[in-house]
């Protein structure tokens, strides 16, 4: 082993380039931190490809970890009460969205204002949610 720009060098044989002495668990560590194969390559004065030829499966570790975290922080978050958490959760694990439908009468309203509901059907949708009808609806809404 000898020493070359302050990393220890490590030679295999007599063939190649000798090998930087790269540690596994250095670039778990900065791929964990969200570092791309680039910036881990000139962190330790190499290229792009000897990272990703040497290291594939550390960085792959390193970045599932990450996940993993902020998975945890986004749960956390929802616990908490955070409403803008929970509805990014509820749309990217469980699939729902913000598109409404309703159905009255066997038709179908997508995504309709209550402005564009007739009396009826405003009522109807009143009655679905347990919302109190008012004794009068306003004047001003169309339908």
């Not at 964990?32 to 330790?44: D, Q």
């Not at 997508?110 to 679905?128: H, T």
Request: net charge positive; glycine share 8%.
């Amino acid at each position: 082993m000898k020493k070359i720009k302050g990393k220890t060098i490590e030679r295999k044989g007599k063939k190649g380039r000798p090998l930087l002495n790269i540690k596994a668990d250095e670039v778990v560590a900065l791929a964990k931190l969200g570092a791309t194969n680039i910036e881990i390559a000139e962190f330790f004065g190499c290229s792009d490809d000897t990272i990703v030829n040497r290291f594939s499966k550390n960085l792959i570790q390193g970045r599932a970890a990450r996940k993993i975290k902020l998975r945890e922080w986004q749960w956390r978050a929802a616990e908490a009460g955070n409403v803008t958490m929970l509805i990014f959760l509820g749309k990217a694990i469980l699939g729902q969205s913000e598109k409404s439908e309703v159905t009255v009468k066997g038709r179908m309203y997508q995504n309709k204002a209550l402005e564009e509901m007739s009396d009826e059907e405003l009522i109807l949708e009143c009655k679905k949610y347990g919302i109190p009808v008012p004794d009068k609806l306003p004047e001003k809404r169309q339908g």
